[in-house]
């Protein structure tokens, strides 16, 4: 999957900075970018980085088990021999809790590997991750994950913690001109949008709501266009490359000039084996995520439903 890319102006315009700004930060190293002839491109790992408040190891690819998925000193866990554990998710709540987790245990053995729900979840049947995170809308029970986690871990005792509800909106620009106000309006003539990767949670509940209103994926406009994450998805409605998006109304916030139409509010859940529970470091991973300290760190990102964080669910 390539890595969304965006340049200096769209980064400036996300974060309300000035472009010189952003240079700036470039030249100091605060905000890693790749150069494409005379210019920069930022990926969208080092403004998942900028935006969790880390300081992390530039330059190296965010496959799991690379040292800048976890920190610098990661790879000193694994010279040492030391268990390392792959955590699949998205949101950035995911960055804090391994870096929280990783500082208590003085190592990083939490490793990051940014991957959709289906392909964290496949990852995790396949034990090539010890925890994956997942939002899967199944709209025969109106329920979220745990019949989806039924079907892809079969035959495995899995446990599942809740960690956050979070709003899912579509991205319109400021003011809605076109008037949208549903799903339903994704297949106007004068309606283009763009899509999430399949497997993404969000492409799961766009695909299934497009599908209880009776309207064939080929019948929206750009709907091939794919982007790899909320970020990307609400970048491109800020730029006027689509009409909408659906997303997370945090990945909105750090664009002016794209407003949210609520959709519903989705539960983001973490699964891991059973049997993995007591070894000691998943046992402080799950101490770290049900702890108020941490609660209230993620609370404080705003667009988050901490209420329950923690709490076991199966």
Known sequence: MEE?????????DM??????TVYDMIKKGTLGAVRMGKSFRIPDSELRYYFAGRDLQRGAPLTAGSP????????DASAKGLPQYIVCGQDMILDMLCSKANSVLGENRFLRSYT??????????????????????????????LPFIRILMPGERVSVYH??????????????????????????KDISAVSRERGSGIRVLVDSLLSQNGI????????????????????AVSR?????????????????????????????????????????????????LTSAEFRSEAES??????????????
């Not at 396949?126 to 025969?140: G, P, Q, S, V, Y």
């Open 68 to 75: 800048a998925a976890a920190g610098e000193k990661s790879a």
């Open 15 to 20: 974060l309300k900075l000035k472009k010189t």
């Open 301 to 314: 990102l705003g667009g988050y439903d901490v209420t329950d964080m923690g709490k076991k669910i199966l």
């Open 163 to 188: 960690v956050m509800k979070r709003p899912v909106c579509i991205y319109t620009a400021a003011g809605n001109p076109k008037k949208i106000t549903s799903v339903r309006d994704f297949s106007r």
């Open 240 to 288: 006027g490359e689509a009409d909408c998006a659906v997303g997370t109304k945090s990945a909105a916030l750090s664009f002016p000039n794209v407003e949210c139409v609520f959709l519903k509010n989705e539960n983001y859940d973490l699964i891991l084996r059973k049997s993995d529970e007591n070894k000691p470091e998943i046992a402080r991973f799950l101490e770290v």
């Open 116 to 145: 959709g729900s289906f392909d964290g979840i496949s990852a995790l049947y396949n034990r090539k991750a010890a925890i994956a995170t997942a939002h899967l809308w199944d709209k025969d029970t109106d329920t979220y994950n």
């Open 216 to 235: 064939e994926p080929e019948d929206v406009k750009g709907y091939d266009r794919i982007v790899h994450s909320h970020l990307a998805a609400a970048s």
């Open 4 to 12: 969304q890319l965006y340049t200096a102006q769209e980064v400036a």
